[in-house]
């Protein structure tokens, strides 16, 4: 098992040194889904949400999310992000829209936390847009799916991964 970074050799939190690592182009996947009724996402797929296109203001909220998440995750370094994207597909029998946030930067660390931020508020405004009409959506299975660069080289989630 991988040593913990986030700790000093008394157990105390710190922000991870970076500054003799040297930059390189890093990329990070994270997926989640929103279930709801079919009822509700085809009212989203039709744009009839009162609160307006669900799916627009869930992509600028993921966005603006990847951009913050340094204010927002404590021991997170504030990063330049060189791309956000947020990718929304429906499956409309089952009633969930899958949420896919791909994050880069040409920097000293990774930018996992980014994408896994970009996506969690991307289906929390879902649900935010969506609740007066069901309150019994559920926000799931937000991961990991792919990291590449840096020193720890690749990772790519695999159907029976469980660290």
Same mark, same amino acid.
């Given at each position: 098992?991988? #040593?913990?970074t986030?700790?000093? &050799?008394?157990?105390?939190?710190? @922000?991870?040194?970076?500054?003799? *690592?040297?930059?390189?182009e890093?990329?990070?996947?994270?997926?989640?889904?929103?279930?709801?009724?079919?009822?509700?996402?085809?009212?989203?797929?039709? #744009?009839?949400?009162? %609160?307006?296109?669900?799916?627009?203001?869930? #992509?600028?909220?993921?966005? @603006?999310?990847?951009k *913050?998440?340094?204010?927002?995750?404590?021991?997170?370094?504030?990063?330049?992000? $060189?791309?956000?994207?947020?990718?929304?597909?429906?499956?409309?029998?089952?009633?969930?829209?899958?949420?896919?946030?791909?994050? %880069?930067?040409?920097? *000293?660390?990774?930018?996992? @936390?980014e994408?896994?931020?970009?996506?969690?508020a991307?289906?929390? $405004?879902?649900? &935010?847009?969506? *609740?007066?009409?069901d309150?019994? @959506?559920?926000?799931? $299975?937000?991961?990991?799916?792919?990291k590449?660069?840096? %020193?720890?080289?690749?990772?790519? #989630?695999? &159907? &029976?991964?469980?660290?």
């Open positions: 098992m991988n #040593r913990l986030h700790f000093d &050799d008394e157990g105390r939190a710190v @922000m991870v040194e970076v500054g003799a *690592k040297p930059e390189t890093r990329l990070a996947v994270a997926r989640g889904e929103v279930q709801m009724h079919p009822a509700t996402l085809s009212r989203i797929l039709d #744009r009839t949400i009162e %609160k307006g296109d669900v799916l627009g203001v869930a #992509r600028l909220a993921g966005i @603006m999310a990847a *913050k998440t340094a204010e927002i995750i404590p021991l997170c370094h504030p990063l330049l992000l $060189t791309a956000v994207a947020l990718d929304f597909t429906p499956d409309p029998e089952r009633g969930i829209i899958m949420i896919e946030a791909r994050v %880069k930067v040409c920097g *000293k660390t990774g930018v996992e @936390m994408a896994l931020h970009a996506v969690s991307a289906a929390l $405004t879902i649900y &935010d847009m969506c *609740k007066a009409i309150r019994g @959506m559920t926000i799931r $299975t937000i991961g990991l799916q792919e590449h660069g840096g %020193k720890s080289g690749s990772f790519v #989630r695999s &159907d &029976d991964h469980h660290e």
